[in-house]
């Protein structure tokens, strides 16, 4: 969407910080021996706390609030259960909440305990992608600057871009146009403008970034089943630069 006035701004600022708060209270509680479905459990408590619904499920019948993906998962992991964390692992924490009519989406990448330095190295990398991205979303840019961006840093660490998946537009429903890609696509000609709110979210992994769809149905998964890390928030574009509607 594209913002028309003080309203929508304020309401999305009010749908980001509901997120933020969902995805701070998840990260804490993230430990060896935790299942994904009580770290679920955790963002539904904020959710419903502050009057927001799951707009994975709203739009898409997810199973679960949130996504919550492990390892090899990249993104639509289902909670479970039986998914049961355990010391050096990479957790992805994906939340995208309604509230009034405005939705907002975030996701960042969590070690388990001690990790390797190689996996901690490839969640700072998704982070640090996403603030060299920010430099690009400007009026007047292009989407492509976005991708070209983010795989500059993630090729810079000797990672890959998973380019099966991307940014998107947001704001009255999960997925609008334009879509945001994490690696120079010549196709992304779309012109970013003043007001538009998007995700910048690089989705990379530490092998060669290929990904398939998992039985389930909605877990998206490496090939090589390399670990995978994510990092996104919500933005909005304006002349004096990128306002994050998710940040901390």
Known sequence: MSIDDERDLEGLRATGRIVRAALEAMRDAVAPGVTTAEL???G???M???GARSAPQLVYQFPGVSCISVNDEVVHGIPSEKRRLAGGDLVKLDVTFEKDGYMADAAITVPVGRVSARA???AGCA???FECALKAARPGRSVRDIGIAVEREV???GFS???ALQGHGIGRTIHEEPMVPNWDDPAAVAVLTEGLVI???PIIAMGAGDAFEDLDGWTIRTADGSLAAHHEQTIVVTKDGPVVLTAA
């Open 127 to 129: 982070e640090k992608a």
């Open 44 to 46: 539904a408590r904020v």
């Open 199 to 201: 995700t910048v979210e």
């Open 48 to 50: 419903r706390e502050h």
């Open 161 to 163: 871009v998973v380019q």
């Open 155 to 157: 090729r810079r660490h």
């Open 120 to 122: 901690r190295a490839l």
């Open 40 to 42: 679920d459990a955790v």
